[in-house]
T-cell receptor, first 115, second 111 residues
Framework: DTGVSQDPRHKITKRGQNVTFRCDPISEHNRLYWYRQTLGQGPEFLTYFQNEAQLEKSRLLSDRFSAERPKGSFSTLEIQRTEQGDSAMYLC?????????????FGEGSRLTVL | AQSVTQPDIHITVSEGASLELRCNYSYGATPYLFWYVQSPGQGLQLLLKYFSGDTLVQGIKGFEAEFKRSQSSFNLRKPSVHWSDAAEYFCAVAGANNLFFGTGTRLTVIP
């Protein structure tokens, strides 16, 4: 068990650029989640996957946000045309399956700074 | 809709003192409740969970929490705090397929 890994750990970009974050979940975990955390707030749910199927995406913040998990293993979160308000920590988590909802293993996060 | 409230933004305790962090939930049915800890530079880690049954649940690192339906609370406790417990603590309630987190309580431990 190598844990959930996220890359990059920190990304600084200029407004209007696109950014992509990668998450590698724990290998035997079927579910993968993306959360966003801003300063002084708790994690805010964005989307999740069951294997390669994205089962909930209505909470993605805008149509500039998209996520994929093409082979049911790693996932990417892309933000297009970044805005300063997108500056936040983006957290990935995985869980074994649907019977373990809430028992999430989190990565260390990818911090985005938009200048 | 599910939600949790953590009324204390920041708590300071002395090392060796007892600790109680408050959490109030809003949920129509029996909730699934969780406490997570976030240490600087580390990912959130599950401390303990409540699904059903015994209302006093034990977790890792010597933490426990008590579910009180009458008060809609799920407070986290530790009898003797260690300096390494300094961190941000989040209470969470499970929705259909995700967690709803509170805003967190930052714990400072003084010698």
């Amino acid at each position: 068990d190598t844990g959930v890994s996220q890359d990059p750990r920190h990304k600084i970009t200029k407004r209007g650029q696109n950014v992509t974050f990668r998450c590698d979940p724990i290998s035997e975990h079927n579910r993968l989640y993306w959360y966003r955390q801003t300063l002084g707030q708790g994690p805010e749910f964005l989307t999740y996957f069951q294997n390669e199927a994205q089962l909930e995406k209505s909470r993605l913040l805008s149509d500039r946000f998209s996520a994929e998990r093409p082979k049911g293993s790693f996932s990417t979160l892309e933000i297009q045309r970044t805005e300063q308000g997108d500056s936040a920590m983006y957290l990935c988590a995985s869980s074994r399956d649907s019977t373990h909802t809430g028992e999430l293993f989190f990565g260390e996060g990818s911090r985005l700074t938009v200048l | 809709a599910q939600s949790v409230t953590q009324p204390d933004i920041h708590i300071t305790v002395s090392e060796g003192a007892s600790l109680e962090l408050r959490c109030n939930y809003s949920y129509g049915a029996t909730p699934y409740l969780f406490w997570y800890v976030q240490s600087p530079g580390q990912g959130l880690q599950l401390l303990l969970k409540y699904f059903s049954g015994d209302t006093l649940v034990q977790g890792i690192k010597g933490f426990e929490a008590e579910f009180k339906r009458s008060q809609s609370s799920f407070n986290l406790r530790k009898p003797s705090v260690h300096w390494s417990d300094a961190a941000e603590y989040f209470c969470a309630v499970a929705g259909a397929n995700n967690l709803f987190f509170g805003t967190g309580t930052r714990l400072t431990v003084i010698p």
